[in-house]
Structures are given as structure tokens and as C-alpha cells.
């Protein structure tokens, strides 16, 4: 059974910096891919950025790119995500999510998910 557990939530002002971090279990085929996406209210979610425990490189939306960092330990099994420069539009519950399609990988696009940590970036 798979788990993902987030942690690293939490409140910073508008120029701060905040690290998640995913501790992953579970997954025995590294063929597909793990990431980060966000929920915030009324909007759509969002795909933020990509992993590939294979190897490749990491991918990253537009609205993040430069800013946020992607990164797998894997003797720890953790997915981090490194996040500077915040601005309030980050403010939403961030979700550490696999998937094993590789075309929606590249899409930013998780099928896999669970509880989500809150982001809250006030200015």
C-alpha cells in the first residue's frame, strides 16, 4: 500500500521561504514519476513540479519555475520541495503525489494523492 506523508506546512510572509518534504512508501516500480501539486480555494489545481525516481530531469510550471526546487532522497524515500520567493498567490494546500502514466507525468498531472499540507504566504 502506498503512503505519502507531508510535512514542512505552515505560515511565512511574502519574500520567505518554506521546504516540504514527503516520506514515501509503498511504491516498489520507479517507472513512473512524483511530484507536487496545489489546491487553493476556487481555483484549479494545479501541477507544480515533477521527479523522476528513474532518473531524468525535473520539470517544473511556469509559475514556479526559477523559485521552487525539486528533490528525492532516495535512501531516505523522501520528495522535497524547496519553495522561495513566496507570494500570497502560493497561499493553498500543497499535496505530495505519484503517478505511473508518463505522458501525465509530464502534464503535471498526479492521479495519486493523500492529506495535503496547508501553505499560507500573507503579505
Known amino acids: 500500500q502506498v503512503q505519502l506523508v507531508e510535512s514542512g506546512g505552515g505560515s511565512v510572509q511574502a519574500g520567505g521561504s518554506l521546504r516540504l518534504s514527503c516520506t514515501v512508501s509503498?511504491?516498489?516500480?520507479?517507472?513512473?514519476?512524483m511530484g507536487w501539486f496545489r489546491q487553493a480555494p476556487e481555483k484549479q489545481r494545479e501541477g507544480l513540479a515533477v521527479?523522476?525516481?528513474?532518473?531524468?530531469?525535473?520539470a517544473y510550471a511556469e509559475s514556479v519555475k526559477g523559485r521552487f526546487t525539486i528533490s528525492q532522497d532516495k535512501i531516505k524515500r523522501t520528495i522535497d520541495l524547496q519553495m522561495n520567493r513566496l507570494k500570497p498567490d502560493d497561499t493553498a494546500v500543497y499535496y505530495c503525489?505519484?503517478?505511473?502514466?508518463?505522458?501525465?507525468?509530464?502534464?503535471?498531472?498526479?492521479?495519486?494523492w493523500r492529506q495535503g499540507t496547508q501553505v499560507t504566504v500573507s503579505s
Open positions: 509503498g511504491i516498489t516500480d520507479n517507472s513512473g514519476c
Open positions: 521527479i523522476y525516481p528513474s532518473g531524468g530531469p525535473a
Open positions: 503525489a505519484t503517478e505511473t502514466s508518463l505522458w501525465r507525468c509530464a502534464d503535471l498531472d498526479f492521479g495519486f
